[in-house]
Nanobody, 118 residues
């Protein structure tokens, strides 16, 4: 599975951005698709995930109510709509994929930088 993330940029606090992650290479209907982020000097952290087949979503507490993960199966693309952005959301955002039942994510995109100014 190859993943291509895009959509990052510079936005003011309170603004919005939508990230995209296009998947290719194999059938991913039985996969979790996740978004992670890594801020400067910090460890990578989980943001959100969705299952392709059922559309079930799960969020980190820090983004719940502000971020929405969704998928367009016809386009094999996962989105992360980020609203009410805060400076602490500044990070490189990565999309990732893992088969249902797998312990860890084993396919990663290249990352896209999101910078939120105060």
């Amino acid at each position: 599975v190859q993943l291509q993330a895009s959509g990052g940029g510079l936005v003011q606090a309170g603004g919005s951005l939508r990230l995209s992650c296009a998947a290719s290479g194999r059938t991913i209907s039985n996969y979790y698709m996740g978004w992670f982020r890594q801020a400067p000097g910090k460890e990578r952290e989980f943001v959100a995930r969705i299952t392709w087949s059922a559309g079930v979503t799960y969020y980190a507490d820090s983004v719940k109510g502000r971020f929405t993960i969704s998928s367009d199966n016809a386009k094999s693309t996962v989105y992360l709509q980020m609203n009410s952005l805060k400076p602490e959301d500044t990070a490189v955002y990565y999309c990732a994929a893992k088969p249902l039942g797998a312990v860890s994510y084993d396919h990663w995109g290249q990352g896209t930088l999101v910078t939120v100014s105060s």
